[in-house]
């Protein structure tokens, strides 16, 4: 099959599912993160900790639960791309 260019839509798809994939896989890892640091808030740990450093673990959460939420959005956006892309692709087609 060496030599094969595979057609722009499929190509075009691939690279949609690996964006998604790889969106899926850093939201589900900032969320164990999430909940790791919520459980030690949670636990007391950070009474222990200076203001700063509180506050310093406060915007991380804050910023880590930001980049999850993106995440999700952009999957929901690279969907929507695929669908428009395959709509397109069917009035093109006549189908």
Same mark, same amino acid.
């Given at each position: 099959?060496?030599?094969?260019?595979?057609?722009?839509?499929?190509?075009?798809?691939?690279?949609?599912?690996?964006?998604?994939?790889?969106?899926?896989? &850093?939201?589900?890892? =900032?969320?164990?993160?999430?909940?790791?640091?919520? @459980?030690?808030?949670?636990? #007391?740990?950070?009474?222990?900790?200076?203001?700063? &450093?509180?506050?310093? =673990?406060?915007?991380?959460?804050?910023?880590?639960? @930001?980049?999850?939420?993106? #995440?999700?959005?952009?999957?929901?956006?690279?969907?929507?791309?695929?669908?428009?892309?395959?709509?397109?692709?069917?009035?093109?087609?006549?189908?």
């Amino acid at each position: 099959m060496e030599g094969v260019t595979p057609p722009l839509f499929l190509r075009f798809v691939n690279l949609l599912m690996n964006d998604a994939v790889y969106l899926l896989d &850093e939201a589900l890892r =900032n969320m164990a993160q999430l909940r790791q640091m919520q @459980m030690a808030r949670e636990a #007391g740990e950070w009474q222990q900790l200076s203001i700063n &450093e509180r506050e310093q =673990n406060e915007r991380h959460m804050e910023h880590i639960g @930001m980049m999850t939420r993106f #995440g999700s959005s952009y999957i929901r956006i690279y969907v929507c791309m695929y669908v428009c892309t395959k709509v397109s692709q069917m009035k093109t087609l006549k189908v």
